[in-house]
């Protein structure tokens, strides 16, 4: 069995909104949307204080709590572990993104572009009217994965059958892959160091680990 999750080593992020930049140009989201983004945290005590970055987005949880309150079974968990929506059935509830912890889903009414109102050539290419009046978020770049595995590809490991956050990241803050495989580079790390996941009080078990210092 697969189970694809996504390490972001938190000693390396420089903050630069790389992978932001580089998901929106892939997914022509609306200016106001990011399915990846980079919080700016403060740590420490005064004077010894620091900053961290911190890489965010939907957490693809074993446990989705999406999952659970959605009422027309639009939300679903595919057997490699990514949450997934169908847009042909979301009714536009919205009940996802209140129940959603990690403030990862984003509802789009109508079409908006970065400039004068009128679509650049890479919002044209990407746009996708069956995402406006639903649900949306990050699926891991789930059609690049497919498309990859279908030829043979490795995600994590090939750049293009890997989310393109992960590929653009200039400090090697960002890796993926199959969690269950123990020679994966998401498995490896995990192992050589400690790490935490958000919320995981919740028992949402989110499927993106942080790295933060040596075991």
Request: glycine share 8%.
């Amino acid at each position: 069995m697969t189970r694809y999750v996504m390490v972001a080593d938190l000693r390396r992020c420089v903050g630069c909104q790389t992978c932001t930049a580089a998901c929106k140009v892939a997914n022509a989201t609306p200016p106001w949307v990011q399915w990846r983004w980079v919080l700016d945290v403060e740590y420490g005590e005064y004077p010894d204080v620091w900053r961290a970055f911190v890489p965010v987005g939907c957490q693809h949880c074993a446990n989705p709590p999406c999952l659970e309150v959605c009422p027309s079974g639009t939300t679903w968990q595919r057997g490699d572990g990514i949450v997934a929506i169908n847009y042909d059935r979301c009714i536009g509830c919205s009940y996802c993104a209140v129940a959603c912890p990690y403030q990862a889903r984003y509802k789009v009414d109508g079409a908006e572009y970065a400039y004068d109102g009128s679509p650049m050539e890479v919002e044209r290419a990407r746009e996708d009217p069956r995402r406006l009046g639903v649900s949306t978020k990050c699926d891991f770049c789930a059609d690049r994965i497919d498309q990859g595995k279908s030829r043979g590809l490795i995600p994590g490991q090939d750049p293009e059958a890997t989310p393109v956050c992960v590929n653009s990241c200039i400090a090697n803050t960002l890796y993926f892959g199959d969690l269950k495989d123990p020679q994966s580079a998401v498995s490896r790390l995990l192992r050589e160091n400690q790490s935490f996941r958000m919320h995981e009080e919740l028992g949402t078990e989110p499927g993106f680990y942080y790295l933060w210092e040596k075991k």
